[in-house]
């Protein structure tokens, strides 16, 4: 029987099961994103019918932080510790290494499972009791937390500058009424429609809505949206300086680039289409470069270049992997690498047996068409790109890649 994955579009994790009762979701967390962006009705608080405690004999609730709407294991913070010293429950847990600072209490504190931060205290309960009575956690270990005083999320940590900021996302930011500080584009995590939160010094974007948002994209090889109308942003590179965006139909270039492929192929083709259009961006100093020749040239013009996809290669049609780094992938070199004269490039007409007119080098067309003629006999991949001319002297910028279907890929 093949595996269930979640129901919340872009996550392929098995769906929860416990106790028999297979879920719609991965976790809690994916099915409250679900009913925020309006898929699913509203939460209803965990019951106890799957939802109970895991230590061996409690039959009790588990314990539902309604303040962060986190389901927990366990009914109490007792009995988790209790279940892990028995060896009854192996996974990675929220156990701190240090004795909780609240005074009579000797369980061990609590640690962030995301970034490995360790509280003060062992609970929330003993945290808001310190608090209630005037007691302070020790100094080398200050809680800081989301102003929002509905949240007790720790506030946004800047991995980059290592600033502390107010909040802990964009949504209690706005919340709180502080709009100066939500961004106009949305979270660079593929199905999130938050918008991103800005730094509350810098008025920098930060990316994302929230910082767990960014490590989760992290995790799947994915980095910050350079612009808005993106779905998604893979690095590439030896050292992550290349990026691929996934562009969406209101992206302003994407229905210019589609109409050109599609006038300029010149050819019957049944079923001819675009499926998707990838821009590539080129490292900083490269950019540079070409931003001063462009000046100094001022004609662009928009060419095509016909390149091979490994067979083995699926990524330009199933996002979840990213580019697949097969040397034989000639495509998915130059997106991460760039155009290699020696490596990605000139191999792809060499297995057409095309005959290059004026020797070894980088070709380009006005003519979709043509470029095809060149990764003929292949899965195809054509990358149009924007060409500065001056004499026979040319130079590439960040370009696009679209890819459509025939019988092929394009």
């Keep these: 029987m093949a595996m269930m994955v979640c129901s919340l579009p872009e996550c392929y994790r098995p769906r929860h099961q416990r106790r028999g009762i297979i879920h719609d979701f991965c976790s809690r967390t994916h099915a409250q994103e679900a009913a925020d962006m309006g898929l699913i009705p509203p939460l209803h608080r965990p019951h106890g019918r799957c939802h109970v405690c895991q230590l061996h004999g409690c039959n009790t ?21 209790m279940a892990r010293a028995r060896g009854q429950w192996p996974r990675p847990g929220m156990q701190g290494s240090s004795v909780c600072q609240y005074p009579g209490c000797n369980e061990w504190v609590s640690r962030n499972p995301e970034t490995g931060e360790e509280s003060a205290f062992c609970s929330r309960s003993h945290l808001e009791a310190a608090q209630d009575q005037g007691a302070q956690p020790a100094a080398e270990e200050p809680l800081t937390v989301c102003q929002n005083v509905r949240c007790q999320r720790p506030a ?24 100066h500080l939500v961004g106009q584009m949305k979270c660079s995590l593929p199905g999130c429609n938050d918008f991103t939160m800005l730094h509350d ?6 990316g994302y809505c929230c910082d767990y948002h960014r490590i989760k994209a992290e995790e799947r090889n994915l980095t910050q949206n350079p612009e808005a109308h993106v779905d998604r942003t893979f690095r590439g590179g030896p050292s992550d300086d290349f990026k691929l965006s996934v562009l969406t139909k209101s992206h302003q270039a994407y229905s210019s680039l589609k109409e050109q492929f ?37 004609n662009t013009r928009r060419r095509f270049h016909g390149t091979s996809c490994s067979d083995a290669c699926r990524f330009f049609m199933d996002l979840r992997g990213g580019p697949c780094g097969r040397p034989d992938c000639n495509v998915c070199s ?15 007409a060499q297995r057409t047996n095309m005959n290059l007119r004026y020797g070894e ?15 003929a006999q292949s899965e ?5 790109f924007q060409v500065e001319w001056r004499g026979v002297a040319r130079r590439r910028r960040s370009g696009y890649h679209a890819v459509g279907r025939t019988s092929l890929l394009l």
């Design 201 to 206: 010094r810098t008025m920098d974007d930060m």
């Design 334 to 348: 130059i997106c991460t690498h760039g155009f290699r004269l020696r490596g990605s490039v000139g191999r792809t």
């Design 156 to 179: 946004w940590m800047d991995h980059r500058s290592g600033d502390q900021l107010a909040f802990c996302g964009s949504r209690c930011a706005y919340t709180c009424g502080a709009q």
């Design 380 to 384: 195809k991949v054509y990358l149009p």
């Design 61 to 81: 609730e588990v314990f539902f932080d309604e303040a962060t709407n986190t389901v927990h294991d366990f009914c109490c913070r007792r009995h988790a510790n």
């Design 361 to 375: 080098g980088l070709y380009f067309s006005s003519v979709s068409g043509k470029a095809n003629d060149y990764a």
């Design 262 to 298: 599609l006038v300029k192929f010149q050819k019957p083709v049944d079923g001819l289409s675009v499926e998707r259009i990838f821009k590539v961006q080129v490292p900083g100093d490269v950019r540079q470069k070409h931003k001063v020749f462009e000046e100094a040239t001022n």
